[in-house]
């Protein structure tokens, strides 16, 4: 950073551009930095980084195989369960303020926005739009596919730049007594369990980590084990989070977050969110 900012005149430049400018402004520069930028580029330099970049190339799982586990994975919502369909791009900040997800993971726009990285963070954004609209008690229940986008580095023959997820959320008002938490908790898996099934996978392993000894009680009753020593996603999951596993695979996540609490100003709201990685069960 410290080189750059040389090269770009000094370090003032850097408060400049995030503090200074208004947003439609920054936008405005940018706008021309990059069309300055694509007026100098040729066809060969674009085949050239379409060769190498590793967010544009194609998907590594053929086209037929992903869309039949799509299928498969949309057989198994139920009918009071809404399919919408995500844009492609989030409000600047969606993944950060929301997950805490670091903004150096997500692909940023020059437009006050980001690449999705995780649908269930617009779920979220849409669940709360509808609470606001109807702050009843009934739940909200929404589920999309969507492929999403990934800045990190990550290793493994089943790790991508970019891969699709089923993604499923519950929005809904504490009805006191864990009452909302141990019913939907119990609908996730079910929905969960049932789409990985569908794709073939005969036995899906459910592990359960408790957050808070208050979610013991939601445990109950539920066909899954238990996680102790889970370390990945405690500070982003309040209460009890899980695991899915099938064929050796890591296959889906979820948990109980503060989402929607915190963008309606509400601590009575509760969210569940969950999501499964489809291009690891085609």
């Keep these: 950073m410290d080189r750059v900012l040389r090269q770009a005149g000094g370090p003032e430049i850097l408060d400049v551009l995030a503090e200074r400018l208004p947003g439609a402004d920054l936008t405005t520069l940018l706008l021309e930095v990059m069309r300055r930028r694509a007026q100098v580029l040729s ?3 674009v085949l050239r980084r379409y060769g190498h970049d590793r967010f544009v190339a194609p998907a590594q799982i053929s086209f037929r195989r992903l869309r039949r586990a799509e299928d498969a994975v949309l057989s198994a919502v139920p009918a009071n369960v ?3 369909t995500l844009a492609p791009v989030a409000p600047l900040g969606t993944h950060t303020t929301l997950g805490p997800v670091d903004q150096n993971k997500v692909v940023s726009t020059i437009r006050n926005s ?4 995780d649908p269930t963070n617009g779920l979220a954004l849409e669940a709360a739009l509808r609470r606001r609209a109807a ?11 969507q492929r999403v986008v990934r800045a990190q580095r990550m290793e493994g023959a089943t790790t991508f730049a ?4 089923f993604a499923l959320v519950t929005a809904g008002r504490d009805t006191g007594d864990l009452a909302f938490e141990r019913q939907h908790v119990a ?13 073939g996978v005969a036995d899906p392993q459910v592990l359960v980590t ?3 000894e208050r979610f013991e009680r939601t445990v109950e009753g539920l066909d899954a084990g238990r996680d102790p020593d889970r370390q990945s996603g405690r500070g982003y999951y309040s209460g009890l989070c899980f695991k899915i596993h099938g064929n050796g695979l890591e296959l889906g996540d979820g948990g109980f977050v503060d989402w929607t609490a915190r963008l309606l ?5 509760r969210l569940l969110i969950s999501a499964l990685g489809v291009d690891r069960l085609s």
Excluded: M
């Design 265 to 269: 100003g509400n601590r009575k709201e």
């Design 187 to 199: 609908e996730h898996l079910a929905i969960l369990t049932a789409a990985v099934r569908a794709c």
């Design 162 to 165: 970019h891969f699709t997820l």
């Design 114 to 117: 980001e690449v999705a990285a």
């Design 135 to 145: 702050p009843g008690p009934d739940p909200v229940r929404l589920a999309t596919l």
């Design 82 to 84: 809404e399919l919408i």
């Design 43 to 45: 066809p060969a330099d």
């Design 210 to 212: 408790v957050l808070d």
